[in-house]
């Protein structure tokens, strides 16, 4: 998984492999420092030798010089692999999504896949940064800094070896244990969320029903949860810096001790003893920090393996890149056609339909009863479980995905207006389609009268999700949208449900006048918006229940009749 | 943890600072001596062995350089004092941050109560002007930074602070001249810091900024993706990400690389100070070998690294503070808006007896009342749901009108409907009932009482709403439709289900009853959530009854089957309907035809078409609604 991920670095190897050079290049002088500081005091300033003073103090100037160079190189390209790095993953994380097929969409959901291509992008990157810069530097500083101090110190340094381990092991436990607190706060911070998110967009609904105490009651839980966890993970941590204090001290009261008798006995100097002091404070806050590497790691692994699961499903779905390109009319026939979302249930069941091209067929049917889906079956938004969908007399599955979807021209019931002018939304349709063609559309659409008293007419700025228009406006435009693509199938899924019976008659006029050529296939709840088509279709819990003209299921079908006689008591 | 917000500082910092220690350790007063004198005792402790290896190396390493058969008794002194000083250090430095884990912790989860019960109480307005990603970042981010600010900051501040009053004695005490080079320094360090720290910053705002296009851009685009799939906009989409991706690329490289520059440039800083410390320690040891010792310079050049430690832990902590004092006035401000008014006395009491006599109990009966304290005593008025609307008008922010001189009435029991365009006012009068929005001018009454008389919660509970969106919340459907009434037993729940017509979906579903919605019931269809949410108004049971589009999105086949269901749930109830579709208001007692807030047509459904108005004009097809 980490090798799937930290593969997406890409152009970036080189800064990625630079940056952790340069940071070792950085801890050579940081070790090499005061061993200089050390020679300055030994051999200077003991023999006050002020020429010698001058030449080590220059070489110490030129190592910090160096240091900072290295410092920033390293901290420039660390950052730069960084960015590049998260870059690339949201790159191939959405141009993953884009393959998904409906059903990967449904399988992940749009609010989980947000949350991985935003905060759990940033989390790996962070781990990432602070990996390719720290995770060879702490090491690499405590391996270095533990050999200059074995030159200085000689026997001294035994002491760290002593010491290190079970200070390695005591950090280790204490990771282990605060790891699996801070896991549950951290889960704990999603019901905590998920309260305060469902009160705020139902503050309505609580307050209406009254229902405020127990939902102070529900978020107590949720605060005190969070509580409960972080404060024993975090009065674990509390013995984390007393742990490292003590060890450290303890280091230093050795060191004095055993450098004292060295330094007696003529087999260390001062200026050594003072040196091994700043590096038992490097070698304990190298291996701190490599501690933290495991816990940064650790906390993040969670966002990594979301991010790895999108990389890794492959579509559910082949797109036929080879496919047959072009759909020859707009001709559609199920045959023994069977769909289940999940495996065993039964969406549709049976379903044998023929229509030709150019008819306009109407679907009725309960909410649940499957014409949502029947319908979504000929665009290949999904696959059938087993029978077979044709288009044009070829199956679906024949023709190239990008040819087929472009030849069927679905208005989707939950359907999605997006920010950026008019005109951008109506391209969407048509990328290369001029004013007069989208105002051809909009005008099959009925939407041509309201868009020409907008500011700006095609250029008004439409709002994320088309927020600043109404219901009814929004469908308008979406048939407009779908028109332009002109295809050789129209699929409007209760795409006027908002839109007042007037005018839905208008737009049903005028998708008799102007487009008659194309297969209209018009699912609703309104009778009186499929009343003319050439056939209608009812559903019924996944079965086609009857396939006939207005006047036929009138005559035959007791409950068509008994829907239509409901819906035009308002009309007589 | 929480997003890092950059140059928001406090307006006011100190007042709010005031303010949360106050909240924070009020009552808690032994608690602060004992941090202090912890605090006090480990800044000492870090000055004293500081200097301690300067005093050893003079007092007991050098006198013993070459000594034959020396005597370390003196040494063992030394380090063992030294222990001692250690030991009470790393005690009091445990206590300190073990005791503020705790403190911190509970009185963020204090915070927290008093957030969400202050959230609880505020009216609808102020849900209205605050968007809820904005009270969102109340709750978790700027909490999180007053827990940083609480366990950390503080005792890092005040630690850092006195060390470095103590560090800077002793410096003074050792070495004046030494201590000139460190004083000039500090403001070489400052100066490098402060200009970074500001380039950096404002590579960061724009990174804050970029990311903000590119997060935003995934939210919509993922939740458009199927529409993407469908008009096959795959490639244009990825090449649109692709042009802010790159720029969130870029801004983020420079921002962190500012950012990543300040350590080493501050390392070699200190480096730089050693050496012209030691070049000047050096000049004056050769000068005066009599005043100035290796010893002493070494003391303090160990005393000037803690010192520029202190000094960069000093500046970044308060930066924090500033930061989370920005987070708490945030806080504060949400703390103090104003609650809603409820100065009812009126309630709503369970009854016994028939007609006028009725006396008040406690057992469960079916029938309701409204008390009326008048005095020291009080009347009993049955609660039927009789409303009166007189003279009303109304304004949401006071300026513009949305209601005038609204009148109408219901007696028990009849159904009153609601025609018009969209911001016509219609929903805003069923806001008024509940007093979701208080009235400007005019008063409404429920069986004569003025419902601004009456308890705010008892109001409530006498009218149920459906509104047009469903708010269902994660938990089971059995526990979203029980929240009508929470002490509503499981038969209670199903009967009211199959009164909605939603028992045989439910039934469909994986656990069935208990099935978890999460996400706003993300799984079910507009429909079937409008279902559930008048099985939650039917297990309610109040006498008065809202109905706000309650069967917008629910397909006509499907509503003639809930019909017989509604007949039923509204028998015996007042209720209010708005709707779109005419065919669900065409049996009202009276219909009200709504235009600019004000009331155009009334009359039942025969006059108006009579009338041949506005609402036969709509029914007929010959206008629409927008």
């Given at each position: 998984m980490i090798k799937d991920l930290f593969s997406r670095v890409r152009q970036y190897k080189a800064k990625t492999v630079a940056t952790p050079i340069f940071m070792v290049l950085e801890v050579l002088m940081e070790v090499l420092i005061p061993a200089i500081m050390a020679q300055i005091i030994d051999v200077g300033v003991a023999t006050m030798d002020m020429k010698y003073i001058l030449l080590m103090s220059a070489l110490l100037i030129l190592s910090a010089l160096l240091s900072l160079l290295f410092g920033v190189m390293g901290a420039k390209f660390g950052s730069e692999a960084g960015a590049g790095f998260s870059t690339n993953l949201r790159h191939d994380l959405y141009c993953k999504v884009q393959e998904f097929s409906f059903s990967d969409i449904d399988k992940f959901s749009p609010s989980s896949l947000i949350t991985r291509l935003t905060t759990d992008v940033q989390r790996v990157q962070q781990l990432f940064t602070m990996s390719i810069r720290m995770f060879v530097r702490s090491p690499m500083m405590l391996i270095f800094a533990s050999i200059m101090a074995f030159r200085?110190?000689?026997?001294?340094?035994?002491?760290?070896?002593?010491?290190?381990?079970?200070?390695?092991?005591?950090?280790?436990?204490?990771?282990?244990?605060?790891?699996?607190?801070?896991?549950?706060?951290?889960?704990?911070?999603?019901?905590?969320?998920?309260?305060?998110?469902?009160?705020?967009?139902?503050?309505?609904?609580?307050?209406?029903?009254?229902?405020?105490?127990?939902?102070?009651?529900?978020?107590?839980?949720?605060?005190?949860?969070?509580?409960?966890?972080?404060?024993?993970?975090?009065?674990?941590?509390?013995?984390?810096?007393?742990?490292?204090?003590?060890?450290?001290?303890?280091?230093?009261?050795?060191?004095?001790?055993?450098?004292?008798?060295?330094?007696?006995?003529?087999?260390?100097?001062?200026?050594?003893?003072?040196?091994?002091?700043?590096?038992?404070?490097?070698?304990?806050?190298?291996?701190?920090?490599?501690?933290?590497?495991?816990?940064?790691?650790?906390?993040?692994?969670?966002?990594?393996?979301?991010?790895?699961?999108?990389?890794?499903?492959?579509?559910?779905?082949?797109?036929?890149?080879?496919?047959?390109?072009?759909?020859?009319?707009?001709?559609?026939?199920?045959?023994?056609?069977?769909?289940?979302?999940?495996?065993?249930?039964?969406?549709?069941?049976?379903?044998?339909?023929?229509?030709?091209?150019?008819?306009?067929?109407?679907?009725?049917?309960?909410?649940?009863?499957?014409?949502?889906?029947?319908?979504?079956?000929?665009?290949?938004?999904?696959?059938?479980?087993?029978?077979?969908?044709?288009?044009?007399?070829?199956?679906?599955?024949?023709?190239?995905?990008?040819?087929?979807?472009?030849?069927?021209?679905?208005?989707?019931?939950?359907?999605?207006?997006?920010?950026?002018?008019?005109?951008?939304?109506?391209?969407?349709?048509?990328?290369?389609?001029?004013?007069?063609?989208?105002?051809?559309?909009?005008?099959?659409?009925?939407?041509?009268?309201?868009?020409?008293?907008?500011?700006?007419?095609?250029?008004?700025?439409?709002?994320?999700?088309?927020?600043?228009?109404?219901?009814?406006?929004?469908?308008?435009?979406?048939?407009?949208?779908?028109?332009?693509?002109?295809?050789?199938?129209?699929?409007?899924?209760?795409?006027?449900?908002?839109?007042?019976?007037?005018?839905?008659?208008?737009?049903?006029?005028?998708?008799?006048?102007?487009?008659?050529?194309?297969?209209?296939?018009?699912?609703?709840?309104?009778?009186s918006s499929i009343e003319d088509a050439d056939k209608i279709v009812i559903m019924n819990a996944g079965r086609i229940e009857d396939v006939g003209t207005h006047e036929e299921l009138i005559e035959r079908n007791a409950g068509y009749k008994n829907l239509f006689e409901t819906q035009t008591k308002g009309r007589e | 943890m929480g997003k890092m917000k950059f140059g928001e500082k406090a307006k006011n910092p100190k007042a709010t600072f005031l303010r949360l220690m106050k909240d924070v350790f009020e009552g808690r007063y032994l608690l602060i001596v004992l941090i202090v004198f912890c605090i006090i005792l480990s800044a000492f402790s870090t000055t004293y062995s500081a200097s301690f290896i300067g005093s050893f190396i003079d007092d007991v390493v050098i006198p013993l350089k070459g000594v034959e058969n020396p005597d370390f008794t003196k040494a063992l002194i030394y380090l063992g004092k030294f222990a001692v000083v250690v030991l009470i250090s790393i005690a009091a430095s445990f206590a300190v941050s073990y005791i503020m884990v705790g403190v911190a912790q509970k009185s963020i989860y204090d915070m927290r109560i008093k957030m969400f019960d202050k959230l609880e109480s505020l009216p609808l307005s102020y849900f209205d002007k605050n968007a809820r990603g904005s009270i969102m970042s109340r709750f978790a981010n700027d909490t999180d930074t007053l827990n940083q600010l609480v366990a950390n900051g503080l005792v890092q501040l005040l630690t850092a602070g006195m060390t470095l009053v103590m560090v800077l004695f002793s410096m003074a005490v050792n070495s004046w001249i030494l201590l000139l080079v460190v004083i000039a320094f500090i403001f070489i360090t400052l100066f490098v810091t402060g200009t970074i720290g500001k380039k950096s910053g404002a590579f960061f705002k724009a990174q804050q900024k970029a990311l903000g296009d590119v997060n935003g851009y995934i939210e919509e685009m993922m939740n458009g993706q199927r529409v993407v799939k469908v008009f096959t906009h795959e490639e244009k989409c990825k090449e649109d990400f692709e042009v802010l991706n790159k720029k969130l690329e870029k801004t983020m490289a420079e921002a962190n690389t500012w950012a990543g520059s300040m350590g080493p440039v501050n390392n070699n800083l200190g480096h730089l100070q050693y050496v012209v410390l030691v070049l000047v320690g050096a000049v004056a040891i050769i000068a005066r070998p009599d005043i100035y010792t290796i010893g002493a310079l070494a003391a303090f050049l160990q005393l000037s690294k803690s010192f520029s430690n202190n000094i960069s832990q000093l500046s970044q902590q308060a930066n924090n503070v500033l930061l989370a004092l920005a987070g708490a006035e945030r806080i504060y401000k949400l703390l103090d808006e104003e609650p809603e008014k409820d100065n009812g006395d009126v309630t709503i009491v369970r009854v016994k007896g028939e007609g006028d006599n009725i006396e008040e109990c406690s057992e469960r009966t079916g029938h309701w009342a409204w008390k009326v304290p008048e005095g020291d005593k009080s009347t009993l008025v049955p609660l039927k749901g009789g409303v009166v609307i007189d003279h009303v008008d109304f304004s949401y922010d006071g300026e513009r009108t949305v209601l005038s001189d609204i009148s109408l009435y219901a007696k028990p029991g009849q159904k009153i409907a609601f025609v018009g365009s969209t911001g016509a006012g219609k929903t805003t009068i069923t806001n008024l009932l509940n007093r979701f929005y208080n009235i400007q001018k005019g008063i409404i009454t429920i069986d004569g009482v003025d419902i601004k008389r009456i308890k705010l919660n008892d109001l409530r509970r006498s009218m149920a709403m459906v509104l047009q969106d469903t708010n269902l919340f994660t938990g089971t459907v059995k526990e979203n439709i029980r929240y009508g009434r929470p002490q509503a037993t499981d038969e209670d729940v199903i009967k009211a289900a199959k009164l909605a017509n939603a028992h045989d979906f439910i039934m469909m579903m994986k656990d069935g009853y208990d099935t978890v919605l999460t996400n706003n019931g993300e799984n079910l269809s507009q429909g079937q959530r409008q279902l559930l949410s008048i099985a939650r108004a039917a297990i309610a049971d109040p006498p008065i009854m809202v109905l706000d589009e309650a069967t917008s999105s629910i397909d006509t086949y499907t509503e003639t089957l809930v019909q017989s269901g509604m007949d039923k749930l509204m028998e015996n109830r007042t209720v209010f309907v708005i709707a779109h579709r005419l065919s669900t208001v065409r049996n009202s007692n009276a219909i009200m035809v709504l235009e600019n807030g004000r009331i155009i047509e009334r009359g039942d459904h025969e006059d108006l078409l009579k009338a041949k108005g506005v609402y036969y004009s709509l029914y007929t097809g010959k206008t629409e609604l927008s």
């Open positions: 200085a110190g000689g026997i001294l340094s035994l002491v760290f070896v002593i010491v290190l381990p079970i200070l390695a092991l005591g950090i280790g436990v204490m990771v282990k244990v605060t790891y699996s607190y801070f896991n549950a706060a951290f889960k704990g911070y999603d019901r905590f969320n998920q309260v305060v998110g469902e009160n705020l967009s139902g503050i309505r609904t609580v307050k209406a029903y009254v229902r405020e105490e127990k939902e102070k009651k529900k978020f107590a839980d949720s605060a005190e949860n969070i509580r409960y966890n972080f404060t024993k993970a975090q009065k674990m941590m509390a013995a984390m810096s007393p742990m490292m204090m003590f060890v450290s001290y303890g280091c230093m009261i050795a060191i004095s001790y055993f450098g004292a008798k060295l330094v007696n006995v003529g087999r260390m100097d001062t200026g050594s003893l003072m040196s091994i002091f700043t590096y038992s404070g490097q070698i304990l806050s190298s291996l701190m920090m490599s501690g933290m590497i495991v816990v940064m790691y650790t906390m993040s692994k969670p966002s990594m393996e979301r991010i790895a699961e999108v990389l890794a499903s492959e579509s559910s779905m082949d797109e036929n890149e080879n496919g047959e390109k072009v759909v020859p009319d707009g001709s559609i026939s199920f045959e023994n056609v069977n769909f289940g979302y999940k495996e065993g249930s039964g969406v549709l069941k049976d379903i044998n339909l023929e229509i030709k091209s150019g008819e306009m067929v109407g679907v009725i049917g309960t909410t649940g009863s499957g014409k949502t889906t029947l319908v979504s079956l000929i665009a290949r938004l999904y696959d059938t479980s087993s029978g077979s969908v044709k288009v044009g007399g070829k199956d679906v599955r024949e023709y190239n995905l990008k040819s087929l979807r472009d030849s069927v021209s679905v208005v989707l019931q939950k359907n999605t207006l997006f920010s950026g002018s008019v005109r951008e939304n109506l391209q969407w349709g048509n990328e290369k389609a001029s004013d007069d063609e989208i105002e051809k559309a909009l005008d099959i659409a009925s939407a041509l009268s309201f868009i020409k008293e907008k500011e700006g007419v095609l250029d008004y700025h439409v709002e994320q999700g088309g927020a600043n228009f109404s219901g009814g406006q929004r469908q308008r435009l979406c048939i407009a949208r779908a028109l332009l693509k002109s295809p050789k199938i129209l699929i409007m899924d209760d795409s006027t449900s908002a839109v007042d019976t007037k005018t839905d008659r208008k737009i049903r006029e005028a998708l008799r006048r102007d487009v008659n050529s194309m297969t209209r296939i018009i699912i609703s709840q309104r009778i | -």
